[in-house]
């Protein structure tokens, strides 16, 4: 039971997070109405309360002497200030210094009643202030006072003004805080998919980093899982290669010696149909035990010890026997290769996997092939066409796993064991680049390669 409600866990962290954010939003919106309500009930400060005491007593003592100017009383320029202007109620509420009360001074007037002590509030433009109560021949008046002046407001006497904007700031702010939880949730996630798709590009060292493994939840014990499920994987494929490689090594011991006695049988004359067959079986055979193992030996390239070289330089010899492979046949080759092209990379697996796609492509093109290469960013791109009969779109991905052969005449008239294209695509991902097929609009195959350069 304690472990279902573990701080850890992914529910947990989404329920606290959305409950808090919407909580705190809440609590803040919520506190607006209070602060205000303080801040309206501010005490009544003893300046202004000197000037409105001080008014009353002048008030008394003009009324006391003569009481018909207490009608006639105005409240201009009191207090010292010419700005002030005092008004003076009568018990019942009643303006006596002025035709009518204005809407702020009647809002004033029922926030002062309800706070039930003389209070001060800054409105937009004017601070109001009162009430100070005094009796004269035994009837009671309150005098209030008013202040023009644009005194700064406290930021939450704004907010409530501006319900729209506080809106929005609280929208903001939830945003703001359920884009950090996303980005707390989402950052290992990106890390887990990026790791899974180096390692289905054949990147079979790629890891989920130590930091994502070390968080206690659902996302921590997901990376634990998947760099074991890594582990298994790369000691399966390395089993996988090791045992190709050592099969092959151990096949060829007992074909040299079949080899053998086929030399000696024909040394000594005996010669006939199955003795010739036996032969070309064993040629064949030979040459399916060297696919393998530079298939195994590509797959085994170690990439810290590859190296910068000129591309062209690699690929001269290639380029060379391609040329000469092509007018045999009647063909022509392009090549549009600059001389300035460099990219790390071991030159014997490169110049192997080009070399396939050359041969093919001149065995299967009606008149024509062209490999160009150029340089976009970091990458160098090299493409190699035919105009060929193309091969089924649904055959275009299959065609580079061992031993595949598609189903089009371009493959079975061949008699190969369809090891060329996986060592190439094998080479490729050992440089940590990509290779892909199309079939081009005009008829014909068209092979891609970008290796980081």
């Not at 008030?59 to 006639?72: C, G, I, S, T, V």
């Not at 002025?98 to 937009?124: C, D, K, V, Y």
């Not at 054949?202 to 968080?215: H, I, K, S, Y």
Request: aromatic letters at 6%; one cysteine or more; proline letters at 4%.
């Amino acid at each position: 039971m304690a472990r279902i409600f573990s701080a850890n866990r992914i529910f947990i962290k989404l329920l606290l997070g959305f409950w808090l954010c919407s909580s705190l939003i809440i609590a803040l919106v919520a506190l607006l109405p209070l602060l205000q309500q303080n801040y309206d009930r501010a005490p009544l400060p003893a300046k202004l309360e000197q000037v409105l005491a001080r008014s009353a007593k002048q008030l008394q003592d003009n009324a006391a002497a003569h009481p018909e100017k207490l009608l006639r009383w105005q409240g201009h320029r009191h207090g010292g200030n010419k700005h002030m202007r005092l008004f003076l109620t009568d018990e019942e509420g009643r303006l006596l210094n002025g035709r009518r009360n204005s809407r702020t001074m009647r809002h004033f007037m029922l926030m002062a009643e309800e706070a039930g002590h003389p209070i001060s509030h800054q409105f937009r433009d004017d601070l109001m202030f009162g009430p100070y109560q005094f009796a004269i021949n035994g009837n009671h008046y309150a005098l209030w006072g008013r202040l023009p002046a644009r005194h700064p407001r406290p930021w939450f006497l704004f907010l409530a003004d501006n319900i729209m904007l506080t809106l929005g700031l609280a929208i903001a702010l939830s945003g703001l805080i359920c884009a950090l939880l996303a980005w707390h949730l989402g950052k290992p996630l990106r890390q887990l998919k990026q790791s899974a798709d180096a390692l289905a590009n054949g990147e079979l060292g790629c890891r989920v980093n130590e930091q994502t493994c070390r968080r206690g939840d659902e996302i921590g014990q997901l990376a634990n899982a998947f760099n074991a499920m890594a582990d298994a994987i790369e000691q399966t494929m390395h089993s996988q290669q090791r045992l190709i490689s050592d099969v092959s090594h151990e096949l060829r011991t007992p074909l040299t010696r079949l080899q053998l006695a086929l030399a000696l049988a024909r040394k000594q004359g005996l010669e006939g149909k199955e003795l010739s067959r036996i032969g070309y079986e064993a040629e064949q055979l030979e040459l399916l035990i060297s696919e393998l193992l530079e298939l195994s030996r590509v797959k085994n390239r170690d990439l810290d010890k590859m190296k910068v070289y000129e591309l062209a330089e690699t690929l001269s010899q290639v380029l060379d026997d391609a040329e000469f492979e092509a007018e045999q046949q009647h063909k022509q080759l392009t090549i549009i290769l600059p001389e300035d092209l460099c990219l790390p990379h071991h030159p014997r697996s490169l110049s192997r996997a080009i070399e396939n796609l050359l041969r093919n492509a001149i065995r299967y093109a009606d008149s024509h092939i062209r490999l160009s290469a150029v340089q976009q960013g970091k990458h160098i791109n090299i493409v190699i066409e035919d105009d060929g009969p193309g091969i089924d779109a649904s055959e275009l991905e299959a065609i580079f796993r061992p031993f595949y052969r598609p189903h089009t005449a371009r493959e079975r008239e061949s008699g190969g064991w369809g090891l060329g294209l996986a060592i190439t695509q094998a080479a490729v991902t050992a440089h940590r680049g990509t290779i892909s097929a199309a079939n081009r609009p005009q008829g014909g195959l068209m092979i891609r390669i970008s290796l980081p350069c």
